[in-house]
């Protein structure tokens, strides 16, 4: 079965300006969890959704958003961007009957100029 | 909030020769550890996990180890394969059937060398 899929793969924009970066779960899968990797910090967990609701948040500040559609679809947004923004941004799904986190997503590679 | 230290950093290993991979917590309400390989260009990939009512736990090459009393668990890899060199991050996290939040290692880059 096809994986998590996230789009765009590269980004590159400027500080101050916003991003949205989108991804795609695994069919049936409702939750999806967003993670931010850089070499300083490594893997930290940015939030989760589930049914279109935001069930868990990491310590990241306001200008980091999510959204969940009806299909599960789910987005990501990042406002007023920062230099420190520059990062991995993976997201990974799962089932409802999951209790652990399986693979995650190829990742979007944002770069702010 | 939780907390995971990872060790080592970086791993050289000849092929055929074994690797581990050590990693603490410090919650101990956690109560599942799964282990990530991550290739370049691509997202982690689940290699192998386990729940703290077991102890070890063995698929092929790959088995974990957990002590729960000392806040340990452990990654082994018996027999590399150029193919095993990629970072490799452990995990916790506490399974309350509510939200999930993975809390990760630092990563291990394991260089398995011919």
């Known amino acids: 079965k096809a994986g998590v899929t996230q789009t765009p793969r590269y980004l590159i924009k400027t500080r101050g300006q916003q991003v949205t970066l989108s991804c795609s779960p695994i069919s049936g899968h409702r939750s999806v969890s967003w993670y931010q990797q850089t070499p300083g910090q490594g893997l930290q967990f940015l939030f989760e959704?589930?049914?279109?609701?935001?069930?868990n948040k990491g310590n990241f500040p306001g200008r980091f958003s999510g959204r969940q559609f009806s299909n599960s679809r789910s987005e990501m947004n990042v406002s007023t961007l920062e230099l420190g923004d520059s990062a991995l941004y993976l997201c990974?799904?799962?089932?409802?009957?999951?209790?652990?986190?399986?693979?995650f997503g190829p990742g979007t590679r944002l770069t702010v100029t | 909030g939780e907390n995971v230290e990872q060790h080592p950093s970086t791993l050289s290993v000849q092929e055929g020769d074994s690797a581990v991979i050590k990693c603490t917590y410090s919650?101990?309400?956690?109560?599942?550890f799964p282990w990530y390989k991550q290739e370049l260009g691509k997202g982690p990939q689940l290699i192998i996990d386990?729940?703290?009512?077991?102890g070890e736990k063995k698929d092929q090459r790959i088995a974990v180890t957990l002590n729960k009393t000392a806040k340990h668990f452990s990654l082994h890899i018996t027999e590399t394969q150029p193919e095993d060199s990629a970072v490799y991050f452990c995990?916790?996290?506490?399974?309350?059937?509510?939200?999930?939040?993975?809390?990760f290692g630092t990563g291990t880059q394991l260089k398995v060398e011919l």
């Open positions: 995990a916790a996290f506490i399974l309350t059937g509510g939200g999930n939040k993975l809390t």
């Open positions: 959704y589930f049914s279109e609701t935001q069930r």
């Open positions: 990974a799904s799962r089932s409802l009957r999951d209790t652990t986190q399986g693979d």
């Open positions: 919650d101990s309400a956690s109560n599942y």
């Open positions: 386990i729940r703290s009512n077991v």
